[in-house]
């Protein structure tokens, strides 16, 4: 999905083409190496037909509470999945670039 704008889902009427050239047309989950930190990035995945997503596994709890609150007062109450229980993959996301 890089390279979007956040008018995305809307220019493509809710689908993507990936760098592979499949169609999305929706119902999926957007997990953690996404990088999803911002309410307007959520909203571009919610509009091509994002079902719930998982919060970055580096994000604090803070962060955390802060971005769903967001979300919600822009309209995306979208179920968030966490990382909770075990060992934080090492090098698992662009924040990790010199693990």
């Known amino acids: ?35 999803l930190y911002n309410p307007a990035t959520l909203g571009v995945m919610a509009r091509a037909g994002m079902k719930r997503w998982q919060a970055p596994v580096e994000m604090s709890q803070q962060d955390l509470a802060k971005l769903i609150h967001d979300c919600h007062q822009a309209g995306i109450p979208h179920p968030c999945e966490v990382f909770a229980y075990g060992h934080l993959p090492l090098a698992w996301s662009s924040r990790c670039f010199t693990a």
Do not use: C, P, Q
Not at 8 to 16: I, L, N
Not at 17 to 23: D, L, N
């Open 1 to 35: 999905f890089s390279g979007f704008g956040d008018s995305a889902a809307d220019s493509f009427g809710g689908r993507f083409r990936s760098r592979v050239g499949e169609i999305f047309t929706g119902n999926f989950l957007a997990g953690a190496a996404l990088n």
